[in-house]
């Protein structure tokens, strides 16, 4: 199997942007990856293309615009985790060799929803029966409180921390700092979660260029490396099981770091899906940040922030850049590509040599989550 | 190897009828399926067994109180509800965890407390008419 790279990136600022297309969305995002990468339409041997409620062939639509077609274009459905399904099936299509270049994109169009909960599959029975996503994290949320006596305040604050990274990402949706009590003061959403605990939504548009590593250079000056790429489904479960722990990340994670001969002492810098506040922290145990029951104080420590032993979600994460479903877990590698390239000027990692993204989707019975896909990277 | 001569017609799980109830004294009680092969208890049923993929699975009435796993108020969710409106989890025996809507005033509610099914209308149906479904209420 060839080692893969990523030799470009191209992202949109997320937002509301009602009357753009989803096309319109995607094509600025492909130009800036193409021209980071120094490739030209022929170099591209296949797009990979992941949207989660943005309908039939996005890839063909968005590539219509610049007249890159006639190749294979495949799109890719797995919730929130579809982008980096996209990038998972793009990096096997070059450890291969079926493919040098394969172009992937992730791209979503929220606003013609017209705002409220991200949609969900009515045929499931919670759905049906009056389940949204902010509540099933509140549900983990209610019970982490209860067993490990994490407080309203803890959780507040990690929008605190996301907005304080956010305020240094010109692509952050929501840049203004805020505090705990204003965090606790908005409008609640779904108990304990008030709005400003949960992640905006919104339209967006990532790219990443995947390419053999032994023709990287060809094309990029820093061309990074995919040290792991890895999906996992969630165990269908019916009976009680522990929602404290995120049993498909804890998993995903174990098999990851075991595949690339790393741990979680190796990372630099992590992208994880903050969804919602409580998420973020439970992450932090998932993957071995802390032990289990630490992360409030693993974050109070600091530890997470930028200057910290292990920055978490330098972007802002979902919380304030937004999650346009399909983007994020495209748009995570965007981010970290880019501190590992140091490109990330006010919110730089300094000396970032290995970095992790993480991006779960869900929203169906049975499951802790449908997906999760973890990815690493080096220099 | 297996005849391909008759061809599959798929009738399981009928999602939204209303036999996942039924009257029992003066309440109600849970209808899931257990498998008679492996003993899995599933709610709501499916028709196949998620175990072992037996579809020889019969009607399994569910002990009527359980314990509340967790729960949250939803003051945000699609038109057809009306909100504020509280959800949980509650464990039942037979290894069941059922997802339903928690009738109590929310102030009352503790992780672990006991609580009884009883039936209870729940959001609007296609006709906007309130849905028959069930709540479970402090025990």
């Known amino acids: ?270 992208e994880v899906h903050d969804a919602f506040t409580s998420a973020e922290l439970m992450y932090y145990e998932a993957f071995g940040f802390c032990e289990p029951g630490q992360a409030a104080h693993l974050l109070e420590s600091g530890a997470t922030s930028l200057g910290g032993r292990i920055p978490i979600n330098p972007s802002g994460g979902l919380l304030s850049k937004g999650h346009p479903v399909a983007v994020t877990g495209a748009a995570q590698v965007v981010e970290v590509v880019r501190q590992l390239q140091g490109r990330c000027g006010a919110r730089q990692v300094q000396g970032a040599r290995i970095g992790l993204t993480h991006a779960t989707g869900g929203g169906i019975s049975g499951f802790d989550h449908g997906v999760c896909a973890i990815h690493i990277f080096s220099t | 190897m297996e005849s391909l001569s008759q061809p599959i017609i798929p009738q399981a799980n009928q999602l939204l009828s209303s036999d996942f109830m039924r009257p029992c004294g003066d309440g109600i009680e849970l209808i899931g399926q257990r498998c008679q092969d492996c003993g899995k208890t599933l709610f709501p049923k499916t028709g196949v067994c998620p175990s072992c993929r037996s579809e020889n699975v019969h009607d399994q009435a569910l002990a009527q109180v359980g314990t509340l796993y967790s729960w949250s108020v939803v003051h945000v969710a699609p038109k057809e509800w009306r909100t504020p409106y509280t959800i949980g989890y509650v464990d039942l025996p037979d290894n069941v965890r059922v997802f339903a809507h928690i009738g109590a005033d929310p102030q009352q509610l503790r992780c672990d407390m006991p609580v009884k099914v009883a039936a209870a209308d729940i959001g609007l149906d296609e006709n906007n008419q309130p849905r028959p479904f069930f709540h479970f209420l402090p025990a």
């Open chain 1, 1 to 270: 199997m060839r080692a893969v790279s990523v030799i470009g990136t191209g992202l949109i600022k997320f937002g509301r942007y009602p009357q753009v297309s989803l096309a319109d969305l995607g094509w600025p995002a492909v130009k800036q990856a193409m021209a980071d990468a120094g490739v030209a339409p022929k170099d591209i041997g296949a797009v990979l293309c992941g949207t989660g409620l943005g309908g039939p062939m996005p890839g063909q639509r968005i590539l219509g615009r610049l007249g890159m077609t006639g190749l294979p274009i495949i799109n890719v459905e797995n919730a929130c985790s579809s982008g980096s399904s996209a990038i998972n099936l793009g990096s096997m299509a070059i450890a291969s060799g079926e493919h040098d270049i394969v172009m992937v994109i992730g791209v979503e169009k929220l606003t013609r929803f017209n705002g409220g909960t991200i949609p969900l599959e009515r045929e499931d029975w919670e759905v049906r029966n009056g389940l949204v996503m902010p509540a099933l994290y509140g549900m983990r949320a209610r019970r982490y409180m209860n067993d490990h006596g994490l407080t309203r305040e803890q959780l507040a604050s990690v929008v605190v921390k996301s907005r304080r990274h956010a305020a240094l990402n010109p692509d952050a949706q929501l840049q203004k700092p805020t505090t705990v009590e204003e965090v606790l003061q908005s409008r609640m959403i779904a108990d304990p979660f008030t709005l400003y605990q949960c992640c905006p939504t919104g339209d967006g548009a990532a790219v990443v260029i995947l390419c053999a590593s032994e023709l990287a250079s060809n094309y990029s000056s820093k061309p990074i490396k995919v040290v792991a790429s890895h999906i996992a489904s969630g165990l269908f479960e019916s009976g009680p099981r522990d929602m404290t722990s995120p049993e498909i990340t804890v998993r995903c994670a174990r098999e990851t770091f075991e595949a690339a001969g790393l741990g979680p002492n190796d990372i630099d810098v992590a």
